[in-house]
């Protein structure tokens, strides 16, 4: 049989309420406050300030995702503006670079044709030299020729 059956069994009663039992509630109690006091209070203070850091870390983090995507459309709008500008001062540099090209290119073309009139006039130039130096040599050939016909004729022969 079970103890509590052969007490009862027995007709005695569970507990007896002498002095040994308000000892053991001043002690209970004791015990409670010692270790209320100088256990479970601190360890509720630190849990407490546990949950307050892990609270603050999450609305930081919070914050912080907050921010970084803001920042983040900030930097990708600065990105896309300063790509537009570079995209314009491209565009620019190509007109420069076609407007001076067709500038070298029409002082090419301005030199060259210098150049062919240059040589086109040192021809012409050339050109009546020779022709004043033919026209001399003509007249002088043929007074050559006109003396040795003439001459010939004036002997009696044949030219």
């Given at each position: ?26 002690i209970f109690f004791v015990t409670l406050f010692v270790l ?18 892990v609270e603050g870390a999450i609305e930081d983090s919070k ?59 040192e021809l012409d130039r050339e050109i009546s030299r020779v ?29």
């Amino acid at each position: 049989m079970f103890p509590l059956d052969c007490l009862v069994a027995a007709g005695g009663s569970i507990m007896d309420l002498d002095a040994t039992f308000f000892m053991l509630i001043v002690i209970f109690f004791v015990t409670l406050f010692v270790l209320t006091t100088m256990l479970f209070n601190p360890l509720f203070a630190v849990l407490d300030a546990r949950r307050k850091a892990v609270e603050g870390a999450i609305e930081d983090s919070k914050t912080l995702g907050r921010d970084a995507d803001a920042k983040k459309v900030e930097f990708e709008s600065k990105v896309k503006e300063i790509k537009r500008e570079a995209g314009e001062e491209r565009e620019e540099l190509r007109r420069e670079a076609r407007r001076a090209e067709a500038e070298i290119l029409e002082k090419g073309k301005a030199d060259s044709l210098k150049t062919v009139e240059d040589a086109r006039a040192e021809l012409d130039r050339e050109i009546s030299r020779v022709r004043i130096g033919l026209d001399a040599e003509s007249q002088r050939l043929g007074q050559v020729l006109a003396d040795r016909i003439l001459g010939s004729l004036g002997t009696g022969g044949r030219p």
